[in-house]
């Protein structure tokens, strides 16, 4: 099979990329899993709208019943919650989406267009043919290999599809997720909110078809990260929040699902090289405190297609501009983290604060291979 373009992972970055590229250029898109599942990274900010007019996605995501958030009420830095409504945004409201209808509609929207989406299909082996790339992978038993000029990887934050080419990866930190879902809980109707604690901070929110999310932060080297193992732990440390703890009262929180997760910020060192690119959380990953993980999937594929659709027009310095692109969101991104996180001055002595107080914006952990 031959192709301009594979792209590996079918997620919001590499399916926005697929549908921006299918139209003029022959896009494999390889997806691991059959269907999109659920999974927690819930919020869009109003300026998605804009990136999704230009697309001509606009109309379908209204129609997919995600919620709008108007408000964020954080109690971060001191006892005393602030609001910040989304009147005072020049671009409007938020969602609280449903991610699985979401991510659906990405799919479908580049298989309509004509991209060759194969779902589910395990890569295992990607490696340079030429002056292009072979990926092999395996779908229902059989083994198959694809050729393209061109990669493109948004295989998400764990993906090492292209270790060797693409130099070291950069961790800020230890943080961990740990977070319940539950149905028939009632949160304040569009407004999400936030409130720190000494060994991190946590977040609920109300999600589509009556459900709530409720997140907490923490290291993973920490003692708090072991409430996080079951849901009786992690409510019971919820519940003594002072502004969140009365919201957490319901017991169909305790009927809930649970879930754990890696949350740090990660980085290339660069997200593009000879033939290849990274987007989304495989180019750069947010601390979840940014709030911008889907938007930052919904623009790197954005640029993602448009870096590789002038490339193959002879555009030869399109994919150093793209990284050089990916490498200012990141430089933007560290220091309105570093920023953020010292807003919370309450609990400087305790090891969660502490070691993002302590930490200058150019120390971070480097993985290699």
Known sequence: MEFDVIIIGAGTAGSVAALNLAPFRRVLLLEANAAPGWRIGESLPGAARRLLSDMGLLDAFVSGGHLPRHALCSAWGGTEPEIRDALASPDGHGWQIDRVVFERQMRDEASRRGAALLSPAKVVRVERAGEGWRVTFERQGETYRAESRLLIDAAGRGSRHLTGVTGPRHVDDKLVCAWIRAR????PAGCVQVETEADGWWYAAPLPEK???????????????????????LLARARRLPMLGGLLLDPNWDQGERGYCGAQG?????????????AGDAALAFDPIAAQGLFNALYLGLAAAEAAQRWFEGESDALSEYAGEVGRIRDTYVNHRAAFYRQEIRWVNCRFWANRHRHSNDRHVVLRG
């Open 184 to 187: 028939n809980v009632a949160l």
């Open 211 to 233: 459900a709530g999310i409720l997140a907490f932060h923490t290291d993973a080297d920490l003692p708090a990260a072991r409430d996080g193992r079951t849901i009786p732990m």
């Open 266 to 278: 990660a980085w290339l060192e660069t997200a593009a090289g000879e033939n290849w690119l990274a």
